[in-house]
């Protein structure tokens, strides 16, 4: 008899090849000039977890931050190559750090646009 409950298993288990490894889930505003949100999830974690979290205006721009905060964070390069073929899918083109806006001033420091 086996000993082990059904989360161990779940731990022990190779990752099935027919299965997602990533996926997706977004929180796009109704009313207009609210940021969407991307959360990309690994599935195959038991229970499944967050990778990192995009944030933007349209769909376009949360998903080349989500790309952004992956490469950034040195993350798994399935994740990093999931969130580009989003963004791909979505533009027609490969995700470029020149596109990325920052809100920095001439030498790189950070602006507060508050006063």
């Known amino acids: 008899m086996n000993d082990r409950d059904a989360r161990s298993r779940d731990f022990t288990e190779?990752?099935?090849?027919?299965?997602?490894?990533?996926e997706?889930?977004?929180?796009?505003?109704l009313?207009?000039?609210?940021?969407a949100f991307v959360t990309l999830y690994d599935v195959q974690c038991n229970p499944r977890h967050a990778q990192a979290v995009g944030e933007?205006?349209?769909?376009?721009?949360?998903l080349l931050d989500?790309?952004?905060?992956?490469i950034d964070a040195a993350d798994s390069a399935d994740a990093v190559a999931y969130a580009a073929a989003a963004?791909?899918?979505?533009?027609?083109?490969?995700?470029?750090?020149?596109a990325v806006v920052t809100n920095t001033d001439a030498v790189g420091a950070p602006?507060?646009?508050i006063d």
């Open 31 to 35: 009313e207009p000039g609210l940021s």
């Open 24 to 29: 997706l889930e977004w929180i796009v505003p």
């Open 66 to 70: 989500l790309w952004t905060t992956l």
């Open 111 to 113: 602006v507060n646009d």
């Open 14 to 22: 190779p990752p099935r090849l027919d299965q997602k490894r990533f």
């Open 56 to 62: 933007g205006g349209d769909e376009a721009e949360t």
């Open 87 to 98: 963004y791909c899918k979505r533009t027609g083109r490969q995700p470029d750090r020149t």
